[in-house]
């Protein structure tokens, strides 16, 4: 469990690295570990301000990741459009938002009783 523990711990460091790399805004860790159902143990959820924005996020933290502890993210979706793209590293999904879609889904406030670590204050 440790190990994991660790695993999971070393790779939200990296996505968050990536993220801060281009100045992704309103950055939040949500734990997911104490509730029951639940597709993985953590999002990362954060903000671009342009479809542009939106794109470089994930290849940046793509690229963060896969240097630093060699992983790839299991499935990636849409980036086709780039209004919210879905990361999903297994144990780790991020989310990265344009702000109105965000603002429109809210997915904080949809897994309400997740611990919520608001990381940074660049906005």
């Not at 440790?2 to 801060?20: E, F, H, V």
């Not at 953590?42 to 502890?69: E, M, R």
């Amino acid at each position: 469990m440790t190990k994991a523990y660790n695993s999971a711990d070393n790779l939200i460091a990296q996505i968050i690295l990536g993220i801060d790399e281009v100045k992704g805004q309103e950055v939040q860790l949500l734990d997911l570990r104490n509730i029951e159902n639940t597709v993985c143990d953590y999002f990362i959820v954060c903000t671009g301000t342009s479809n542009t924005h939106v794109s470089a996020l994930v290849g940046s933290i793509q690229k963060v990741v896969s240097k630093a502890i060699h992983e790839k993210p299991f499935h990636t979706e849409g980036l086709d459009n780039s209004e919210w793209v879905l990361m999903d590293y297994i144990d780790v999904v991020v989310h990265v938002f344009q702000r109105e879609v965000r603002e429109h889904y809210n997915i904080e406030e949809l897994w309400g009783d997740a611990e919520i670590t608001v990381i940074g204050s660049n906005e």
